[in-house]
């Protein structure tokens, strides 16, 4: 009965914890979400090691082909995709920080950019 009653605490304490920080970046200034501005995140976090924008291409319908970055001019809107990148020391993976319509959209963890 005593195996039980302690599996049971176990599981019970295991569905209180905290969860995972999912699609955030811890700095020293804070937590860096998905929806935080630019701002924020310069707040939060300070400058990348590395930023890039780019053009992405913009889709009209579903299966209409896409217009890619050389094409999209003036007259035809594309999308601007800022990423910056931070270097989170040794033993740690960057991360890129990926922005759309001045919000983060995505933070995503890896050894090299994409």
Do not use: H
Not at 27 to 56: I, Q, W
Request: glycine fraction near 10%; aromatic fraction near 10%.
């Amino acid at each position: 009965m005593k195996p039980l009653i302690l599996v049971f605490v176990a599981s019970l304490l295991a569905g209180t914890a905290l969860p995972a920080r999912a699609d955030s970046l811890r700095c020293s200034g804070g937590f860096a979400d998905v929806g935080d501005s630019r701002l924020s995140v310069l707040y939060k976090c300070g400058e990348p090691t590395l930023a890039d924008s780019y053009c992405s291409p913009v889709y009209y319908a579903p299966g209409a082909p896409y217009l890619p970055a050389p094409l999209a001019g003036p007259g035809i809107p594309c999308l601007v995709v800022d990423e910056w990148i931070y270097d989170r020391g040794p033993g740690n993976l960057t991360a890129t920080v990926r922005f759309m319509w001045g919000r983060v959209q995505s933070i995503s963890y890896g050894r090299v950019p994409r």
